[in-house]
C-alpha cells in the first residue's frame, strides 16, 4: 500500500510504492526518407479475371523496366503483386475460386519518384489498352508517395541537458530523480467476510 504524508509546504514523503529506479537511458525514435512509393489500384473483370490480373501486372511491370533502363533509372528497389477477392495472400493454401471480378493492387519502390512516375503514367492508361473488363483507377491517378522508416535507440541521459526557464531564471534539472532504496509494502490485512446471498454475475 502506498502512503503518502505531508512534510511541508511543497514536500510529501512517499512511502509502500513498488517499483524500479529509473533507468540511465532515454527511449528515442528517428524518421528518414528512404525513397518513394506507389501502389496502384484498377479492377478487372470477365472471364478468368485472375489470370489476367497476373498476366496485367507482369506486362505493366516488364514495360516500365524497359522504359526506366531507356532513361537511365535502376530497378524497382521492391515490387509486389496481390490479388484482392481471391485469396492471393494464402500461397499454396489458396483455395480455387472461380471469380469473375479481382482487384489488381501493384506496389512499387523506387529511391527516384521520377521512375515511379512511369508506371504511374502507364497505370493511367490500362483501362483502354490492355485488357478487356480493366478499369485503370478509382479516383484518378494514384500518389507517389515518400517512404518514411523509423529507428530505435537508446540516448545517454547525460548527454541530453535538460533546463527549465521561469521568470527569467534557467534552473538545470537532473537528468533522474534521485534513487532510494526500495522499501517492502505493509502487507494487506485478509478479513473473512460471509458471502451475500441473491444472484451473481
Known amino acids: 500500500q502506498v502512503h503518502v504524508e505531508v512534510i511541508d509546504e511543497g514536500h510529501v514523503r512517499v512511502q509502500g510504492a513498488r517499483g524500479r529506479p529509473p533507468g540511465t537511458h532515454y527511449k528515442a525514435n528517428a524518421t528518414w526518407q528512404d525513397g518513394?512509393?506507389?501502389s496502384p489500384m484498377?479492377?478487372?473483370r470477365g472471364i478468368d479475371a485472375p489470370a489476367k490480373a497476373h498476366r496485367t501486372a507482369?506486362?505493366?511491370?516488364?514495360?516500365t523496366r524497359r522504359m526506366m533502363a531507356e532513361q537511365g533509372f535502376g530497378d524497382y528497389s521492391a515490387t509486389i503483386v496481390e490479388l484482392l477477392g481471391c485469396e492471393s495472400h494464402y500461397g499454396p493454401h489458396a483455395r480455387e475460386m472461380p471469380t469473375r471480378e479481382v482487384v489488381l493492387r501493384i506496389g512499387a519502390?523506387?529511391?527516384?519518384a521520377k521512375?515511379?512516375?512511369?508506371?504511374?503514367?502507364?497505370?493511367?492508361?490500362?483501362?483502354?489498352?490492355?485488357?478487356?473488363g480493366t478499369r485503370s483507377s478509382?479516383?484518378?491517378r494514384v500518389d507517389i508517395q515518400p517512404v518514411v522508416k523509423v529507428f530505435s535507440f537508446l540516448v545517454p541521459k547525460?548527454?541530453?541537458?535538460?533546463?527549465?526557464?521561469?521568470d527569467n531564471r534557467r534552473v538545470a534539472l537532473s537528468s533522474a530523480a534521485e534513487v532510494v532504496a526500495p522499501q517492502a509494502a505493509a502487507p494487506v490485512a485478509l478479513t473473512?467476510?460471509?458471502?451475500?446471498?441473491?444472484?451473481?454475475?
Open 138 to 140: 478509382f479516383s484518378g
Open 42 to 44: 484498377m479492377a478487372i
Open 158 to 166: 547525460d548527454a541530453v541537458p535538460m533546463t527549465v526557464e521561469l
Open 58 to 63: 507482369e506486362a505493366l511491370l516488364a514495360r
Open 36 to 38: 518513394y512509393q506507389i
Open 115 to 132: 521512375a515511379l512516375a512511369i508506371l504511374q503514367r502507364e497505370c493511367a492508361s490500362a483501362g483502354t489498352s490492355m485488357a478487356a
Open 109 to 112: 519502390r523506387h529511391a527516384r
Open 192 to 201: 473473512d467476510a460471509p458471502i451475500p446471498d441473491g444472484p451473481r454475475v
